[in-house]
């Protein structure tokens, strides 16, 4: 297993040392996220959370936020520190311990929605309801998916046929599968910050990303041809280490309780959708790139893939069958939710 460098041992030991002489805060705990803090998701849903959570809780604790992984940067050890008490919260995508939380590759497929808010609603909703497992040794805060990844290329794109041999760089396993149902060559082992080099030297001749992040990490830079096709979602948790969570006073519970849940996962994806908007609109005005809008017939191609994909998940465990009739379930129930706001609204 990776360990603390000398230097994040120190900075772990720091923190600690603050903490145990306190300073008349209230109980610190620590939010490490791996992200830097101009990440969207960090400036304008995390940090605000961590001090809505502060104040709410009247003194009786305070959320520092740790970005850019300045406790530990490893998105694969972000589970580890926080089982080991060096963080008391953490950010973290499943897709790194994949082993940890089994059901959770079901919400990268955009077959029954698209809609990342619904998706997130109902990852949470089933975790709610006792339908997910790997989740007993931890807090969840928060369980959501981002924005669909879509397609940004450096070449140009027709139709489906125009990725047969193109290296395409892959993240998971369901990447990867629709990559090389498209006759693409999935290419793995580069990390977000290294995409938009290994575009712009012609490593890959593309990329699966959300919207709202193309342009902090450069591949809004790196790559002028975008396909307008969701491929697949990305699966997110912000946990807490449960001990210190059912150590903490009832008035600290209190305050994380009221603001977790359904209202952080909105906050993330609220997030994460107007930043994933603003980007898009700005590339679709850029005369410069080739924005291309996928047709009936290749949503219909791509639908038969996460069809198969959901079928080969759904085998593989009797219990899949019970979570996918009780997704249908709570999606209804979200969409029907939603439509009684609308009316409401009018």
């Known amino acids: 297993m990776e360990m603390l460098s000398p230097i994040k ?3 772990v030991a720091a923190v600690f040392v603050a903490a145990m002489l306190g300073d008349g805060r209230g109980e610190v705990l620590r939010f490490g996220v791996s992200v830097p803090a101009r990440t969207v998701t960090v400036r304008a849903a995390m940090q605000p959370w961590a001090d809505e959570v502060s104040a709410l809780s009247d003194g009786a604790l305070d959320i520092e936020l740790y970005p850019g992984g300045s406790l530990g940067r490893s998105g694969k050890l972000q589970y580890w520190m926080l089982k080991q008490g060096i963080l008391d919260i953490t950010w973290m995508l499943p897709s790194n311990t994949p082993n940890l939380f089994p059901s959770t590759d079901f919400f990268e497929i955009p077959l029954k929605t698209s809609d990342p808010m619904e ?4 990852f949470w909703r089933l975790y709610e309801r006792g339908y997910l497992k790997g989740f007993d040794d931890i807090k969840p805060l928060a369980l959501y998916v981002s924005p669909p990844y879509r397609f940004h290329l450096r070449f140009p794109y027709e139709d489906n046929n125009s990725l047969k041999g193109k290296k395409i ?3 998971t396993y369901l990447q990867a599968r629709m990559l090389e149902e498209a006759g693409a060559t999935p290419v793995g082992g580069i ?4 995409v938009a080099e290994s575009l712009s030297r012609g490593l890959i001749d593309g990329a699966l990303f959300s919207w ?3 342009k902090p990490v450069g591949i809004m830079r790196a790559s002028d041809v975008h396909v307008d096709q969701a491929i697949t979602f990305a699966p ?3 946990a807490m280490n449960r001990d210190v969570y059912e150590a903490l006073s009832p008035k600290a519970r209190a305050a994380i309780d ?3 849940g359904e209202p952080l996962i909105r906050r993330m994806v609220n997030a994460m959708n107007g930043a994933a908007t603003a980007a898009m609109d700005e590339a679709r005005r850029d005369p410069e790139r080739q924005f291309v809008e996928a047709d009936a017939v290749e949503a219909a191609i791509w639908r038969e893939r996460f069809a198969a994909a959901a079928e080969d998940w759904r085998v593989r465990s009797p219990d899949h069958d019970v979570l996918i009739e009780r997704f249908d379930e709570i999606l209804a129930e979200i969409r029907a939710e939603a439509a ?3 009316d409401g609204s009018r």
Do not use: E, N
């Open 9 to 11: 041992a120190l900075i």
């Open 119 to 122: 998706m997130s609603l109902a």
């Open 169 to 171: 760089r892959a993240v």
């Open 191 to 194: 990390t977000t910050t290294q």
């Open 212 to 214: 709202h992040g193309v």
């Open 236 to 238: 997110a948790i912000i």
């Open 258 to 260: 009221a603001l977790s």
């Open 340 to 342: 009684t706001a609308l």
